[in-house]
């Protein structure tokens, strides 16, 4: 019995330095290989296959959303795709927000209560993967500005579904998303890891609402899967009607402005929270964003936002028009607005004549304003909201 315990005993040892022998085997091989081939190191979400910028090509293509240069490998990238839209709020507690530097264009809104929402367009500046949060939920005045793109829209949830009696028929998003045809990637319908709810994502707890995080290069691999590339059902490219804005090179030294601040609120009386100020760096020839009275931080990157273009649109506001507090902006026609860039201020107008027509501002002569080339800013304001410059 004694000696037959010690067999026992015996055998397992040797079955256990067999397994962590060849579990040493295996994880070496895989170091080695998964290096050759360039694979990112283990995450919690499992080994991704990411694609990695290589910094010593030149970039000479430009991306059609905002001119920005890229590589050609970037281009060969974002040339299977189409743009991506998504939501991120701007809520105080959810500060600071994920995912924003990286967009090609930005525009805001606001949402209700004088708080204002965000939405990235993202294509070319996210060939690398980029962490988008807090994703948020869809509102009415967004869906002209993604149907410019013919883009994915990434949301959660949103304003009135068709049958819902609460919401205003002007401000039903989500049944407008169904009914324009919108390409909707609601989270309600995409789950982990694509999709999940991260209450660590900050160093302070914040209520359920503000948790959402998803992933971009997550989102075009499920977009892919519906059917969803660069070209619909019928091989229809998304840019096929697509208008490019006009894009230039950045003014020389000699022609810029100098270190000035543009400064707004949407809302009298949410300054504290809320207000924004732009404040250009001639050495750079770029605007940095303050939101809330501090730098506006990407929270993944730990930079400040910048903008080579910030565009202003005053739009006549509407409401609220139901219990909700839902708010509707007349941002299809025209009006007025002002374009910061290379350090000066160009009064323009904007003119959008239809919902999906690509909007375009005009200078006093007439003229398209042709933009630099880098991340755009379109803010979005209440006629007779006060701009202070200094």
């Known amino acids: 019995m004694k000696k037959n315990r010690q067999q026992m005993i015996m055998t397992g040892l040797i079955g256990l330095a067999l397994f962590l022998i060849a579990t040493g085997l295996s994880f070496a091989l895989f170091s080695f290989f998964g290096k050759a081939r360039g694979l990112s190191s ?41 743009p991506l839209a998504v939501m991120v709020e701007n809520h105080a507690e959810a500060r600071p927000q994920s995912g924003l530097s990286h967009a090609d264009v930005v525009y805001e809104a606001v949402a209700e209560g004088g708080i204002t929402r965000f939405m990235g367009v993202f294509y070319c500046g996210a060939a690398e993967p980029v962490t988008l949060a807090p994703v948020r939920s869809a509102r009415t005045y967004f869906l002209p500005w993604v149907l410019e793109y013919d883009a994915l829209y990434n949301h959660v949830g949103g304003a009135g ?10 401000a039903k998003a989500l049944c407008q998303i169904e009914e324009w045809g919108i390409r909707d990637m609601d989270q309600f319908g995409i789950g982990f890891p694509t999709c999940y709810r991260n209450y660590d994502r900050l160093d302070h707890p914040v209520a359920t ?14 977009a892919a899967e519906r059917g969803w590339t660069n070209v619909d059902s019928k091989g229809v490219a998304w840019d ?19 270190s000035s601040s543009a400064s707004f609120v949407a809302w009298d ?40 273009v910030v565009v202003v649109l005053f739009v006549k506001e509407i409401g609220p028009v139901d219990s909700h507090a ?7 026609g025209s009006g007025n607005g002002q374009i910061w860039q290379d350090g000066k201020t160009i009064k323009i107008t904007w003119k959008k004549p239809v919902r999906t027509s690509r909007t375009k501002f005009y200078d006093a002569a007439g ?7 880098g991340q755009i800013w379109i803010e979005m304001l209440p006629i007779g909201t006060s701009v202070s410059t200094q």
Not at 367 to 373: A, K, T
């Open 209 to 222: 609402e503000h948790t959402m995080v998803c992933f971009t290069d997550k989102l075009w691999k499920l």
């Open 326 to 332: 839902h708010l509707l902006y007349n941002d299809v």
């Open 367 to 373: 003229r398209e304003v042709q933009l630099n080339r």
């Open 161 to 170: 579904r068709c049958n819902d009696t609460t919401v205003d028929e002007r």
């Open 42 to 82: 283990l995450s919690p979400l499992g080994q991704q296959d990411h694609f990695v910028v290589d910094p010593s090509l030149p970039k000479t293509e430009a991306c059609p959303l905002n001119g920005q240069l890229f590589t050609k490998p970037e281009k060969e990238l974002w040339a299977k795709r189409r």
């Open 240 to 258: 096929k009607s697509f208008e490019p804005w006009m894009f230039k090179d950045d003014a020389t030294a000699g022609d810029r402005g100098a």
């Open 269 to 308: 009386g949410y300054e504290k929270e809320y207000g924004v100020r732009w404040d250009y760096d001639p050495s750079i020839n770029s605007y940095k964003r303050n939101n809330g009275g501090a730098p506006h931080m990407d929270l993944e990157n730990q930079q400040q936002l910048t903008a080579k």
